[in-house]
């Protein structure tokens, strides 16, 4: 005879995820020295050095002050830091993931790291450079998956935006540069400037 499980119930994310993955700006001393995420690059790592600032707003347009965003990326060689990178040796003083709650009075996020270099699909076109992001927050029962290009890069021969229906979408993606390293990356959730978000 065979078992058939259900599938667990999704469930929103409420509060408890900000005491799990970031206790110490839940003033939650004792667990990390300090928050997984919260520190991406040292003074050792190669590449150019940004900032990546913006909010998460819903669709009222009003800023999401309990989110939480998670980034992957690669590195300055468009190497990722993992067992499983075949392509090269990753920078070993570039950790690849960040961290960050958003502003509980503003809803701001930001991320100190580099900008990443290009990496190949799988039917070796080179993708633009980009920048992965997992958003969480309460109402949200499954993580929205999205990306961030850089808008003073050419990302005309980007196999992924080539794949995006509504064209001029694409906007959603782009991270605008504020001088000083500053990227400037909005997230909504539902509108006109809805983000595209991707299925994966």
Request: charged share 20%; glycine share 12%.
């Amino acid at each position: 005879m065979t078992m058939r499980l259900k599938e667990t119930p999704s469930q929103t994310a409420g509060p408890y995820v900000h005491i799990g993955c970031t206790p110490n700006f839940c003033d939650i001393s004792g667990v990390y020295d300090t928050d997984l995420g919260t520190q991406m690059v040292n003074d050792q790592t190669k590449g150019e050095r940004i900032t990546i600032t913006g909010t998460v707003f819903d669709g009222y347009g009003q800023a999401l002050k309990d989110a939480l965003i998670e980034i992957w990326q690669p590195d300055a060689q468009g190497l990722f830091p993992s067992a499983a990178e075949t392509r090269g040796t990753p920078d070993p003083n570039f950790t690849g993931f960040g961290r960050s709650p958003g502003d509980m009075a503003t809803g701001a996020f930001s991320f100190e790291t580099i900008k990443p270099g290009p990496v190949p699909f799988r039917d070796g076109r080179m993708q633009a450079p980009f920048v992965s992001f997992w958003i969480v927050a309460r109402g949200i029962n499954i993580g929205l998956q999205t990306r961030m290009y850089f808008a003073d890069e050419d990302n005309s021969k980007d196999p992924v935006l080539a794949r995006i229906e509504h064209q001029g979408r694409i906007q959603t993606l782009l991270a605008q540069p504020k001088g000083d390293g500053i990227y400037h990356f909005d997230i909504h959730l539902q509108g006109d400037a809805e983000t595209v978000f991707f299925d994966i």
